[in-house]
């Protein structure tokens, strides 16, 4: 790379990605190091730095620039490598935190086995506009709860107490019940409330466009009970190629909701789930279980598989019940997916019968 833009077959480059400006390294087929820099990270200055180049091996670390990174270094005729730095101890549980050390060490893992790096797959750009309207609408759905822990809060602190009410009707249900002081401190937000809410409604709607148009996959999930638009189209995007997966019973895993194992000779306890995946997906098959397993939730095999299984356990075995219900249900959704079946609610207590 020295010499204008040329390179060496074989080549290996690390690239620790910045705010502002990024590191590289280059190693040749032999592992040596040739060259090492700083570029910045925007397109005009990637694209500058990396075009016109031998098609070569890159890598880079997952965060907030990656995706774009990758879609501009894979259309300049790259092979791009986005590691996952939690899984690569070699990165994440260094000492001496040194951005040119990254990429060093990104390129030479790179070079070796690239299995090292964890390598992860990114959504494309459309996908990623439509995960952006999704936590748009969390981040909403947040501040709006943060708010109305604020005002019970402040109305309970001055000797009162607001009613129960559902959270949409919240800012228009308390009007009437917050104390004459504190009057001109929470009038304001519940304006920012009720604002919230009307946003919030608007959101949901373009949901419910955005899985019918661009998603139609998301029909089959939406099925199962409780499981709707918001539920559905983020487990779409969350999964992105069903067919990664080898098997549908793997999802539990990938989403976090196999419990965590620490057997060692006779000992085998039960610990909590391993909670890794998306965060926000598992919180939504959480919920759909505790609608499943609830007292509206319809008559189907995996109700009564759950009912059955918080019955026979003890004090904790409803919440046990709760999460292995969600387990079922995100392998459930995949084989749904991948399959393109018509859901039976009943279908094994029907053919057991």
């Known amino acids: 790379m020295q010499d204008g833009n040329r390179m060496e077959p074989g080549m290996t480059i690390g690239l620790d990605l910045g705010d502002k400006f990024s590191r590289f390294c280059v190693l040749d087929a032999s592992g040596e190091v040739l060259e090492e820099g700083r570029v910045a990270t925007t397109t005009p200055g990637l694209s500058q730095r990396f ?3 031998a098609p070569c091996r890159v890598a880079l670390e997952v965060g907030t620039h990656s995706p774009w990174v990758q879609r501009l270094l894979v259309g300049l005729g790259h092979e791009v490598l986005v590691a996952n730095a939690r899984k690569v101890r070699l990165i994440h549980d260094n000492e001496s935190k040194d951005d040119r050390l990254d990429a ?17 797959d990114h959504r494309d750009a459309e996908a990623q506009e439509t995960m952006a309207e999704l936590r748009s609408r969390q981040a909403l759905v947040e501040t709006r709860a943060k708010l109305v822990n604020h005002v019970r809060g402040a109305v309970k602190s001055h000797g009162s107490r607001l009613k129960s009410c559902s959270t949409p009707s919240f800012h228009k249900q ?11 401190a929470l009038a304001p937000v519940l304006e920012t409330i009720g604002e919230l809410t009307s946003k919030i409604r608007r959101s949901d709607r373009r949901i419910e466009h955005l899985a019918a148009e661009r998603y139609p996959q998301t029909t089959l999930l939406r099925q199962v009970a409780g499981v709707g638009a918001l539920t559905a189209l983020w487990y779409v995007l969350v999964i992105g190629n069903p067919r990664r997966f ?6 539990g895993a990938y989403l976090g909701l196999r419990p965590r194992r ?10 909590r789930i391993t909670k890794t995946g998306d965060r926000e997906l598992r919180r939504l098959l959480v919920s759909a279980a505790q609608y499943i397993l609830g007292p509206f939730g319809p008559d ?7 009912l059955a299984l918080a019955a026979r356990g003890r004090k904790s075995a409803k919440k046990r019940a709760v999460v292995a219900v969600a387990r079922k249900l995100a392998v459930l959704l995949h084989a749904l997916w ?10 094994n207590s029907q053919a057991a019968a």
């Open 262 to 271: 620490r057997q060692s000779g006779d000992g085998d306890p039960e610990l």
């Open 246 to 251: 080898r098997s549908s019973r793997r999802l």
């Open 104 to 120: 060093e060490r990104l390129a030479r893992l790179a070079r070796v086995d690239p299995s090292l790096l964890h390598p992860i």
């Open 51 to 53: 075009s016109g180049l």
């Open 300 to 306: 189907s095999d995996l109700r009564r598989w759950g």
């Open 338 to 347: 991948i399959n393109a079946e018509v859901y039976e609610p009943l279908r």
């Open 174 to 184: 308390a009007a009437g019940q917050i104390p004459e002081g504190l009057q001109p």
